[in-house]
Nanobody, 124 residues
Framework: QVHLVESGGGSVQAGGSLRLSCTASVDIGSRYCMGWFRQGSGKEREEVAN???????RYADSVRGRFTISKDNAKNTLYLQMNSLKSEDTAMYYC??????????????????WGQGTQVTVSS
């Protein structure tokens, strides 16, 4: 069982930055695909970014160039640095983990473990 706890959400003006953190109860080094998702009010859940496996981290088109996903394996912590925030980035943000099978952590995979979420509100 993997427990994930997010933090770092809050309210910010458009153009500002926030950094989300997700602390895991297990070593998230090479064994897991780790991802950030978000769900805005009345919207479907959207995969924002993931990391793990072979190759670079992956991003949704809507955030590429503005958001950066990273890990600190020594702290078992996943981050999402969010810059140039827009009002449409307003959502509940969740981190998620899944045991990695194969070389890649592709978009659209099912994740097994989820955090409780942290709210991000961007005002214009």
């Amino acid at each position: 069982q993997v427990h994930l706890v997010e933090s770092g959400g809050g309210s910010v003006q458009a153009g500002g930055s926030l950094r989300l953190s997700c602390t895991a109860s297990v070593d998230i080094g090479s064994r897991y695909c780790m991802g950030w998702f978000r769900q805005g009010s009345g919207k479907e859940r959207e995969e924002v970014a993931n990391t793990g496996g072979v190759g670079s981290s992956r991003y949704a088109d809507s955030v590429r160039g503005r958001f950066t996903i990273s890990k600190d394996n020594a702290k078992n912590t996943l981050y999402l640095q969010m810059n140039s925030l827009k009002s449409e980035d307003t959502a509940m943000y969740y981190c998620a983990a899944r045991p990695r099978s194969g070389f890649f952590c592709s978009f659209g995979m099912d994740y097994n473990y989820w955090g409780q979420g942290t709210q991000v509100t961007v005002s214009s």
